[in-house]
């Protein structure tokens, strides 16, 4: 059962303990004492539970050893009086107990005194046994610690025992993982472009590359392990997520080079994802709008209320001040050269404008817009499922489904603009770095429509991979280095040298032509209605004097 202790018990040890004891606060930093106690053995451990500002968790062999993920960090040291004769069930129960956190550091003392060439042997079948189990950081102190000082260590990853004598300025619990020398990591890239590319190079060599695939080369570089690739990926296909889990669950792998995203945790597989790899969203990618022409600019100039509103306003202020005969004024006489002025200022404005930047049809920012223009997006029927309730019952029609990713990678690596797309926020680096080598973007990214606001993807891993700790903190680093966003956009140049794609520029460049017949009868018609317009009011202003001569005669 558990029991918390909260304070120390009074006892006259040597100071060695108390020196040891200090050691392991200041090098651990640990705040929750985890002690494993058997009924079958005693040891002066036990003195020391509850000293200092600590909480102790005592467990008591007799019950079933539970869990300690559910209810503990990594802020942990565990401690367990051990016996030889039975240390292969006290182990296993370890790594049950400890399981998702079997890199937090282990204490154990032998409780029997035995001849140093025997206790020498069974320190070297308990640690091996604890790194078969995964259980790295293992210290045992010899039976006779507090006279001989004596206690037992191991090397990673190659198993070779470690006999020191304790002193004030040793490590006790070293980072083993930080130099793996040569280990090899087991991985396998899952084909999915761009995140993992695998191809041939012209000599027939196998030839892998990608932004997932560089993370993990960079990592296990780091570490100074070296990559081995559990069967050879084959080209053109794609590995799902069920059989990247399978070769994770069977041993197979130690960190599959697969991203996939967290919607697909669930709580018996959540302990084989890593942190985060990718934070983002995943939304859509939507063509361009096609340019209006000139008749659509200038109609949709001359829709504006604001413009109808200035000319009346110029109208309104012209008529009032030649009421009141203010325009024989010097001041005065410039506001009707000024007013045509604006005008024409105006123009010269929206057909430079019509140059520089041609508009565009209207963006579309909502479902109910997308439904209106006919567009469908294309997506993954897999992926369907995770979309919002919203999209799969009222707009299920705007979408068209695919049951292979090569299929729709197919027309969304093309630039097919005759379909949307639904992409991540960070695949759309790579299109966004293509399309900078077209003349005009043919595809924009669209956060207004989205299957997940926030989207995470992580790797797969093993449930208790002991790299675990140090990829985490690894991820951490390329993203505040920015090094994750540089490499989704080196992708393009990681598909172009794999053949996937091409430098070319697929937009349609806009080609100079002549005025057409069509631009003239525009410019006929305009020209007509202000003319007619002009003459309407030339007589209407007449057919008013005229009144006010008759009447004046009457």
Not at 40 to 64: A, H, I, P, R
Not at 296 to 319: A, D, F, K, N
Request: aromatic residues 12%.
């Amino acid at each position: 059962m558990w029991e918390q202790v909260g304070s120390s018990t009074s006892w006259s040890g040597a100071g060695l303990v108390h020196q040891f004891w200090s050691r392991l606060r200041v090098e651990l930093r640990f705040r929750t004492l985890f002690y494993y106690r058997l009924n079958s053995c005693n040891c002066w451990m036990e003195e020391l539970l509850g000293s200092g500002n600590v909480s102790t968790l005592v467990l008591d062999d007799q019950e079933y050893p539970p869990y300690l993920r559910h209810r503990q960090d990594s802020d942990l040291l565990g401690v367990v009086c051990l016996s030889i004769a039975h240390y292969i069930d006290v182990v296993n129960a370890l790594s049950v107990i400890m399981d998702q956190i079997r890199y937090a550091p282990l204490l154990l003392q032998l409780c029997e005194v035995e001849d140093p060439g025997l206790e020498q042997d069974a320190a070297s079948r308990i640690l091996k046994l604890s790194q078969d189990l995964l259980l790295l950081n293992v210290l045992l102190l010899s039976g006779d610690f507090l006279s001989s000082r004596i206690f037992y260590t191991h090397s990673f990853p190659s198993f070779q025992l470690r006999k020191f004598v304790y002193q004030a300025n040793l490590i006790l619990f070293p980072n083993k993982l930080a130099n793996l020398q040569g280990h090899p990591i087991r991985t396998l890239p899952d084909n999915s472009e761009p995140h993992t590319i695998v191809s041939r190079s012209l000599n027939g060599e196998l030839v892998i590359s990608g932004p997932i695939w560089r993370l993990l080369v960079e990592f296990v570089h780091h570490i100074n392990g070296t990559i081995k690739l559990a069967t050879e990926p084959r080209i053109g296909e794609s590995l799902k997520f069920v059989q990247v889990l399978d070769l994770v669950r069977n041993n197979t792998l130690d960190i599959a080079a697969s991203l996939r995203p967290n919607t697909q945790i669930i709580r018996s597989n959540f302990h084989q994802f890593s942190y985060p790899v990718i934070m983002g969203d995943w939304c859509t990618m939507l063509p361009t709008e096609r340019v209006l022409s000139s008749h659509e600019s200038l109609g949709r100039l001359m829709s504006s209320p604001y413009i109808w509103l200035y000319l009346g306003l110029l109208y309104t202020v012209h008529r009032l001040l030649t009421q009141r005969r203010l325009l024989q004024s010097r001041l005065f006489r410039v506001l009707k050269p000024l007013a045509h002025l604006t005008l024409l200022c105006i123009v010269q404005a929206q057909l430079s404008a019509f140059f520089i930047g041609p508009q565009q049809v209207n963006h579309i920012t909502s479902l109910r817009q997308l439904e209106d223009s006919g567009l469908r997006i294309m997506g993954l029927r897999q992926e369907f499922p995770e979309y919002p309730f919203e999209m799969r019952s009222r707009y299920a029609s705007s979408f068209l489904l695919k049951d292979s990713f090569f299929e729709m990678a197919k027309h969304r690596n093309q630039y097919n603009s005759t379909y949307g797309y639904t992409v991540t926020s960070v695949k759309w680096l790579f299109y966004g770095e293509a399309q900078r080598h077209f003349r005009r973007p043919l595809f924009r990214y669209s956060q207004d429509i989205c299957v997940q606001k926030v989207s995470l993807f992580s790797l797969v891993l093993q449930s208790n991979c002991p790299y675990r700790f140090q990829l985490t903190k690894f991820i951490l680093r390329l993203h505040s280095a920015g090094l994750l966003n540089l490499w989704y956009r080196w992708s393009f140049y990681d598909m172009v040298r794999a053949g996937r794609v091409h430098f070319e520029d697929k937009s349609t460049p806009h080609r100079s032509l002549p005025i057409g017949w069509t631009e003239w009868q525009n410019v006929m018609v305009l020209y007509g209605a202000a003319l007619s317009t002009s003459l309407a009011i030339f007589v209407i202003e007449l057919v008013i004097h005229h009144v006010n001569i008759y009447m004046h005669n009457l």
